[in-house]
Structures are given as C-alpha cells and as structure tokens.
C-alpha cells in the first residue's frame, strides 16, 4: 500500500478551487466539544448534505472542514444540527477546545468545561483565542499549544498561556498558575479575556499580546 495519499484521491475541490466557481462557505463540524466520535448516521448526513457539489477535509482542530455553497448554508446548518452534529462559530472569538475524557471515562471536569463553554464560547476578542481544557495531567489533547491551555488536577487547573500554535517560533505555553481551584477558574479566565480586549493592539494574537505584556503588574494582580 502506497503512502501517497494524493494517489486515489485526488483534491481537485479545494476550497481556492470551488471559489472561483462559487460562492462557498466553510463549516467545522464535529460531533461535539468533548465528543470526538461520529455515528455512521451522522457520517452519512455529512455525505448526504455534501453530495456532489461540495468537499469534505479532515482538519488538524478536531473537526472535520466541509465546504459547502453559501447559499445553502442555513438549511445545510439546520440538517448537519438536528443529526446532532456541532458546527464551531467562526471569527474572532474565543473558541473552547477539550478532550474527550477518555472516551468519557474521565469526566471530572466536564460539568466546568461545560460551564466555560456556556460563558465564554463567542465573546469577541482582537484576533481568535483558543481555549484548549485537558482534564488530567497526562494533556494528550495538548493543551499547553493552545494560546490558553487549562490543564486539570484534583479540583483544580494549571493555566498555561502564551503558546505560539504554528509557524517557525512555534512553542509551548508558559505555566502561568498553578493549581486553581476549580471555582475561581472562570474567574480567572473572564479577568485574562478582559486585559486582552482592552490591552491588545488591533488584531494582535493573543500569544503576542501576552509576550508584548507579560512584565506588567496586570499579570502579577490575576494570581495575586
Ligand atoms: S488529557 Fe487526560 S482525561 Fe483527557 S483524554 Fe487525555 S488522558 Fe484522558
């Protein structure tokens, strides 16, 4: 079996490509923030509302790319929902992350995760800010190479911030508090997300606007 990917399966509906003969939008569809498994009947769905117009990618955030013609975006949206699949919003926003807690095995810090979704998914920030929630110490979803990664142990998280997500000065978050309890973390993030809105320079990414700051005051109040 060959390694080329490109050998069957030839991309010719790139999304560049189905632009210059439409108007497509695209939709990042996943089964749900913690979630990371798709029913058969959820998959046919995804093929049924693609059919032959539009393309279907695998994306490196969890969820599934699909471009779809603009025009159809509301009834397609309405389909891809009631299967009980999540679309992500788009823009800049603050966007939550998190991993599946073993399959839901480990699920200690859903209820928080879920009430951080509730709060904070869509406030609108200078540039997108991901929001990465692992929920043990071992953070295989790598939370700490989002901008915020929150990292849970017993009642409590480790905050990493900072990180560069890509590019040539990719790297890790920096471990900027340890052990939040659990009923300060929003707190705590609401009081971050705040700084950047007010601090940050026009669509400055959050990774920048950190490293830019990190030496004032600001930053010693929040853990203080
Ligand atoms: S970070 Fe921990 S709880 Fe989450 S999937 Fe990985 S091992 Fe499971």
Redesign the pocket.
């Known amino acids: 079996m060959s390694i080329n990917a490109f050998k069957h399966n030839i991309p010719d509906k790139t999304f560049a490509k189905l632009n210059t003969e439409g108007e497509f939008t695209r939709l990042a569809v996943s089964p749900g923030i913690i979630n990371k498994h798709y029913t058969p009947l959820q998959f046919q769905k995804i093929a049924e509302v693609i059919g032959e117009n539009g393309a279907i990618k695998y994306s490196a955030s969890y969820s599934i790319l699909l471009s779809v013609p603009t025009i159809e975006v509301p009834r397609m949206r309405q389909e891809l929902e009631e299967a009980g699949l999540y679309i992500a919003q788009q823009g800049h926003i603050v966007s939550m992350k ?6 839901g ?2 699920m200690e ?1 859903a209820m928080i995760t879920e009430e951080l979704y509730e709060r904070l998914e869509g406030t609108e920030v200078p540039k997108r800010l991901r929001v990465n929630m ?8 790598n ?1 700490v190479y989002d901008e915020i990664g929150l ?2 142990q017993k009642d409590s998280f480790d905050v990493y911030l900072g990180a560069v997500p890509m590019g040539r000065h990719a790297q890790a978050g920096e471990l900027f508090a340890k052990k939040v309890p659990v009923q300060f973390i929003e707190q705590l993030l609401q009081a971050i997300i705040a700084g950047y809105q007010a601090y940050a320079r026009q669509d400055e990414p959050f990774h920048k606007y950190y490293h830019r700051t990190k030496s004032a005051d600001y930053w010693e109040r929040l853990i203080q």
């Open positions: 998190a991993c599946d807690f073993c399959d095995d480990k810090a692992n929920g043990c110490a071992s953070a295989c979803y939370a990292v849970y």
